[in-house]
């Protein structure tokens, strides 16, 4: 789903090009557009498609991340929410995936294909989690892992909060993020310093 282009004429463009499935065409030309108008929510929106037709998993997520912060509307926000759910899906990426239908649902309580889809997420995260039951016990010892795309998306948006001030806002947000993928785990040097510094600011 896309948004109507944008009064920006580099959004119309962007919007053909999509359509005729030109993607990258279309990141770049929506990336021109939000030069011109960056508080224009549905541009974010559409990179993040476009982005995703590419499989750049981490970039979209980011993409519809802004979009959220930027949109008004609950039921506009609960669209980023459920496409980030469909690309971790995607991915297998269960745990996380739940976390975001989940989001979807809350902002917009009557979308049942969101309401299938974390269903369908719990239920597989269920199964992951029994097979891989014997897996993380010695989890403690462990070198920290790879980061997963979506473990680096949740750190550049933590970043930008970071960069606004908002350490408490940024420390919850990896928190979050950590409950969902283990592999936020490589990222705790950076939560920790974070965490020092909400703990000063409340001080």
């Known amino acids: 789903m896309l948004f109507t282009a944008s009064a920006a004429n580099d959004g119309r463009k962007a919007n053909e090009a999509y359509e005729n499935g030109n993607f990258e065409e279309a990141e770049e030309l929506y990336l021109a557009a939000i030069e011109q108008e960056p508080d224009n ?6 990179l993040g498609n476009a982005r995703a037709k590419q499989g750049k998993v981490e970039e979209a997520i980011d993409s519809f991340m802004e979009f959220r912060l930027l949109a ?3 039921e506009e926000k609960a669209l980023a929410e ?8 995607e991915g297998k990426n269960w745990k996380p995936a739940a976390t975001h239908f989940k ?5 917009n309580p009557s ?5 299938h889809n974390f269903e369908r997420a719990l239920a597989e ?8 039951e014997g897996e993380d016990q010695n989890q403690e010892n462990q070198p920290p892992p790879e980061p997963s795309e979506y473990a680096i998306a949740m750190k ?6 970071v960069a606004e001030k908002k350490y408490e806002e940024a420390y919850n947000l990896m928190q979050q993020a950590l409950e969902d993928d283990d592999t936020v785990r490589a990222f705790n040097d950076f ?4 965490k020092n510094v909400s703990d000063i600011n409340e001080n």
Do not use: S, V
């Open 111 to 115: 979308d049942m294909e969101a309401k």
């Open 41 to 46: 929510a549905k541009l974010y929106f559409n």
């Open 191 to 194: 939560i920790e310093r974070i």
């Open 125 to 132: 995260q269920e199964k992951q989690d029994e097979e891989g």
């Open 82 to 89: 459920y496409n980030i759910g469909t690309l971790l899906a």
């Open 72 to 74: 008004d509307d609950p």
């Open 103 to 107: 989001n979807a649902l809350k902002l």
């Open 156 to 161: 550049r948006q933590a970043e930008k909060l």
